[in-house]
């Protein structure tokens, strides 16, 4: 597998993203869970967590990116920290852990471009287990059987680990990705972050009538990480462009039609998940000395995406019309934005030419 | 809202509603207007961050 070395990196960095997902979403739910009118509180919390958690990363990604050394990672798992800490304040705990998990995900998101060599790998595995660290932090904090030492305990790791094997001293190379077509900058950007919107909505509409028992409430999650994880291997494999556009086309019949099929609907949702590694690094393709803002941006385009279902109530019987049109969408975005990369070959290629850019 | 507005001599009963509806309504559009502040300070640092590349591949002679 191509990782671009630093994998001690990555492994501290991935192993954090779950507990931070887990720990936010675990904070969210049991915070929220025995408050009154708790159901509009909890909607209230959750846009209110996405817009912080979502919409600050391209800020703080632009202020890391100007400034190196800051050790966001970190920062960011102590205030997630600070946020269990404060579990009994629910909004000063959503605050806290809203912004840590954005300033965790510059952190990680920064190590899994930068130290990419240009492969796709690195940032489909870190991107991966979030998925999972929602979806079992989502049954933890329903459970109410879970006390807070299993998030702090995963937290006070995160930190030990993030402390052990990442380096903020490291030479700050530019990032050298080799997925953008050839179409304009402005063009490239504004259609890949479409697709990721577009993505984010469909996603949320996405039937699951066979979500019903406890492992089957988590089966959605562990598929979107392994399709994450797998989007990036396959990319730098057979191309960014081919496995984008199959995976979404591929997704289609599986997702519109798996309603009631448990191994119809994981496979869509696996097949679903494959590009999102891949339209980071078309993005980061764009700012190969901002990563933290590439990163950023594909995290505001999610929040864009998945603020109109607070909003609009889609009727059950266009659901599925509209789910298969959006998902065409995005695969036109994909297909317009995305090119197959030539492979290591040409990441050296580009390396050479730039040469190394030390801070 | 409007039955607030236009009852002169409100009740405790009538005002009551009031900090709920802008808790539920107001929080939520005030956290879209922030995201498309949110976006339009994306657009800006993304110009800014492609200047500054320009720059650097290719600095002034």
Known sequence: MRMGGHSKSLIAYTFAHFCVDFT????????????????????????????????????????CDANPRIPVGIFGVGLVLAGLLALSFPWLALVLCAFGNACFHIGGGIDSLRFANGNMTRSGIFVSTGALGVAFGTMAGKSGITTSWLPFLLMTASIVLLLLFTRETDPVLPCTFDTASDLPFAFVIALALASVVIRAFAGGLIPMAWRTGAFLLLLPGICACAGKALGGILGDRFGAKNVGMAALLLSIPFLAFGNHSVFLSVTGILLFNMTMPIMLCVVASGFPRNPGLAFGLTTLSLLCGTIPAFFLLMPRSVVLTVLIALDLLSAGSTYLSTKNSKGERSNEKAQQQQGPHFV | M??????????????????????????PLLLVVAVVVLIIVAVVLIRRSRRKNREKANPPK
């Open chain 1, 24 to 63: 936010c979403f675990y904070i969210l739910f049991h915070g929220f869970r025995n408050g009154r009118d708790s159901l509009e509180s909890l909607a209230i919390g959750f846009l209110s967590y996405n817009a912080i958690a979502f919409g600050l990363q391209p800020i703080i990604g632009f202020l």
């Open chain 2, 2 to 27: 409007k039955r607030l507005s236009s009852n002169k001599d409100p009740t405790l009963y009538d005002v009551a509603p009031v900090p709920i509806i802008l808790l539920l309504y107001g929080i």
